[in-house]
T-cell receptor
Framework: GAGVSQTPSNKVTEKGKYVELRCDPI?????LYWYRQSLGQGPEFLIY????????DSGLPNDRFFAVRPEGSVSTLKIQRTERGDSAVYLC???????????????FGPGTRLTVL | AQSVSQHNHHVILSEAASLELGCNYS??????LFWYVQYPGQHLQLLLK??????LVKGIKGFEAEFIKSKFSFNLRKPSVQWSDTAEYFC?????????????FGQGTTLQVKP
């Protein structure tokens, strides 16, 4: 079956520009996550959606970062006034709804490599 | 804040050697534990997970991991590695409280297996 897809696969932009990164989760997965992975590091949590609402946005680094999931499926991560330090691979993952027992298996997409010049 | 530490950043082994990758986490409460693997050019994929029960868990491709609660550890093992195990390995923790599936990852270990 179809996995998590992310577009674009690569994005090169100039400092100060606005970018949007898209994630299409696995059908039926109500939970969606965004992570950021810098070179040589593990993925770093950004935000978690349950359905349409952001249930945990504690990982967003500052107010230049924003994410939406208006219909509870596709999500868009938006970065305003990009900075060189935003360069990283942005990963999206989806899963079934977490329960009181914690996380279900998260299925990751291929990522979007963002380069800010 | 919770954190995950992977002791080995880069491991080089010959085929048929045994593997153990260390993972420690800092959190006093109940956690779920995961190992993810990323093969060259591929997505992150789940290798194995621990939620409860038997602390020795078996995953795909002959990997296993042991949860030792007293040591806050979840080390990954494989008795005999193959060239195809060359990949990056990430340990991850999910804190159970709050019904969030947020994962906290370690910095990763790059495994290179020489044929």
């Amino acid at each position: 079956g179809a996995g998590v897809s992310q577009t674009p696969s690569n994005k090169v932009t100039e400092k100060g520009k606005y970018v949007e990164l898209r994630c299409d989760p696995i059908s039926g997965h109500t939970a969606l996550y965004w992570y950021r992975q810098s070179l040589g590091q593990g993925p770093e949590f950004l935000i978690y959606f349950q359905g349409t609402g952001a249930a945990d946005d504690s990982g967003l680094p500052n107010d230049r970062f924003f994410a939406v999931r208006p219909e509870g499926s596709v999500s868009t991560l938006k970065i305003q006034r990009t900075e060189r330090g935003d360069s990283a691979v942005y990963l999206c993952a989806s899963s079934l709804r977490p329960t009181s027992g914690g996380a279900n298996e998260q299925f990751f997409g291929p990522g979007t490599r963002l380069t800010v010049l | 804040a919770q954190s995950v530490s992977q002791h080995n950043h880069h491991v080089i082994l010959s085929e048929a050697a045994s593997l153990e990758l260390g993972c420690n986490y800092s959190y006093g409460g109940t956690v779920n534990l995961f190992w993810y693997v990323q093969y060259p050019g591929q997505h992150l994929q789940l290798l194995l997970k621990y939620f409860s029960g038997d602390p020795l868990v078996k995953g795909i491709k002959g990997f296993e991991a042991e949860f030792i609660k007293s040591k806050f550890s979840f080390n990954l093992r494989k008795p005999s590695v193959q060239w195809s195990d060359t990949a990056e390995y990430f340990c991850a923790v999910n804190v159970r409280s709050g019904n969030t599936g947020k994962l906290i990852f370690g910095q990763g270990t790059t495994l290179q297996v020489k044929p």
